[in-house]
């Protein structure tokens, strides 16, 4: 069973311009993110895809497979669906660009989903939330699983609600970690699903998936990450990579 890697790497980001290409530690942030993801002991191949050509220069010179995809793709799996749609492989493997601190470990544990379970079409990653703040925190994407590791809803809300008012700590909630995978039929076909109310409302879209009736499987890890979605975030990153 083949597995690939795939990294969107998008200049254009609203909320912080060029950051894939911020500089911490004096490498470029995609490039960290590559060298982790390289320590997988399952991906096939890891492809990082760009939409502009400073970034591919960029990745080519650091010495990664790098493609040019459409500028105007709405979403990262539109762009890893352009990636993938004519190569010969099983299970797509989205690895957000802005993850400098992804441990590979995950990533693997992700493709295991798929490749150990083939009524799943689709796996995801979450965390055990520790944090009061981040339970109320809209940008912490917090997750509800059945019993079979099966997610039934994503939110910017804090669910399940505390109705009780219980000790924080004595309840269990859980973070969402933006990273997926895929079997690429499945992939291809999501990319023409038409946008969901709840995706549009939460501006999740993974929320797509749960409502045209798929399951998606999540995978439970104790790694932490920090997406960099701010110059703040990006201080933090480089201060805990600096300590080792």
Same mark, same amino acid.
């Given at each position: ?11 254009g ?7 894939v ?6 490498? !470029? ?8 993801? /390289? ?23 650091? $010495? ?5 995809t459409?500028?105007?793709h !709405?979403s990262?799996?539109?762009?890893? &669906?352009?990636?993938?749609? %004519? ?8 690895i ?11 990533? %693997?544990?992700?493709?295991? &989903?798929?490749?150990? %379970?083939?009524?799943a079409?689709m ?11 981040e339970?109320?925190?809209p ?44 079997? /690429? ?6 990319k ?11 501006k ?11 399951k998606?499987?999540?995978?439970l ?7 960099? %979605? ?13 300590? $080792?």
């Amino acid at each position: 069973m083949k597995v690939i890697g795939v990294i969107p790497a998008r200049w254009g980001s609203t909320r912080f311009e060029g950051k894939v290409l911020a500089l911490i530690a004096g490498k !470029p942030m995609i490039e960290h993110v590559w060298l982790r993801v /390289k320590k997988s002991k399952i991906l096939n191949d890891i492809i990082i895809a760009c939409d502009d050509e400073k970034v591919l220069k960029t990745a080519v010179q650091f $010495g990664a497979k790098a493609v040019l995809t459409s500028p105007n793709h !709405p979403s990262g799996t539109d762009r890893i &669906a352009e990636v993938v749609k %004519d190569l010969d492989v099983d299970i797509v493997v989205n690895i957000q660009g802005d993850e400098p601190l992804i441990q590979h470990a995950v990533i %693997d544990n992700l493709a295991n &989903a798929l490749m150990s %379970d083939q009524s799943a079409v689709m796996s995801t990653v979450i965390k055990r939330l520790e944090k009061q703040e981040e339970l109320d925190n809209p940008n912490v994407v917090k997750a509800v699983i059945d019993e079979e590791s099966n997610a039934l809803y994503f939110s910017r809300a804090a669910i399940p609600y505390n109705r009780d008012k219980k000790d924080f700590k004595a309840l269990t909630y859980y973070k969402h970690l933006g990273i997926y995978a895929y079997r /690429k039929n499945f992939l291809l076909k999501l990319k023409d699903l038409p946008p969901s109310l709840l995706e549009k409302t939460e501006k999740l879209e993974q929320l797509r998936v749960l409502e045209a009736g798929y399951k998606i499987k999540a995978i439970l890890t104790d790694l932490e990450t920090i997406g960099v %979605d701010t110059k703040e975030d990006l201080k933090l990153v480089e201060a805990i990579l600096q300590k $080792g």
